[in-house]
């Protein structure tokens, strides 16, 4: 395999913790149960590539329950599947750094990382998430999402790299499967950013 001098991570289930069935549960509390985040529902698809405000998005949750419920209660019930960020993950990705350009690509919404940048914020309050990648691409700022084709594409005409030299790392296998069409090595992060995947992508990297 050709050496690989670019890796690309994932933010929610390989850096972030998550657990979407929070939020589930929380709509279900609120009435909102016929929206299934684990299908490519067009709210969700549509909030993600930003092409829907925060607003609307919250508009369009609150019109699928018959309750009054408030806006707080909706952006704290869609908050509700973001965890955790472990200090460990971030000194691996500065250990990467060492000898990679690192990359962060994320299908992910405003109201997420607006909730997102608070907590690393008062969690991490002497590093600026920013300066732990080369360049992070959410997919609301630049209008294109995983695992379609292009937004892999984008990434890496952006910073001229060649596919082959490049490393994918999701815990989504659609999103893996994307990013192989365009040439991309893969790795699936069964498990988030610990010490076993840690060696697994130097592994990759090595081979």
């Known amino acids: 395999m050709t050496k690989i001098t670019t890796i690309i991570l ?9 657990n979407q069935n929070l939020t589930i549960e929380q709509f279900k509390s609120l009435g909102v149960s016929s929206l299934n985040l684990h299908a490519n529902h067009t709210v969700f698809a ?3 590539i930003g092409k829907i ?5 919250v508009n369009t949750i609150r019109a699928s329950t018959a309750k009054p419920i408030t806006d707080a209660e909706i952006i704290n019930a869609w908050n509700a599947m973001l965890l955790d960020l472990p200090q460990k993950r971030i000194e691996y990705i500065k250990k990467l750094r060492e000898k990679y350009t690192v990359l962060l690509l994320s299908n992910t919404n405003s109201i997420h990382i607006d909730a997102f940048n608070k907590y690393f914020e008062t969690t991490f309050n002497n590093l600026n998430w920013y300066d732990l990648f ?6 609301y700022e630049i209008g294109m999402r995983k695992p379609n084709t292009d937004i892999y594409s984008y990434v890496l005409n952006q910073h001229q790299l060649q596919p082959k030299q490049t490393l ?5 296998e659609q999103n893996l499967l994307g990013a ?5 090595n ?3 992060a069964n498990i988030p950013l610990d010490e076993t995947l840690f060696e697994q992508v130097l592994k990759v990297c090595n081979s």
């Open 10 to 18: 994932d933010l929610g289930g390989v850096i972030l913790n998550l």
């Open 168 to 172: 994918f790392v999701d815990d989504n």
């Open 180 to 184: 192989s069409l365009v040439g991309i």
């Open 186 to 188: 893969t790795l699936l």
């Open 134 to 139: 080369d360049k992070v691409y959410y997919s």
């Open 46 to 48: 549509e909030f993600e």
């Open 53 to 57: 405000s925060s607003k609307e998005f």
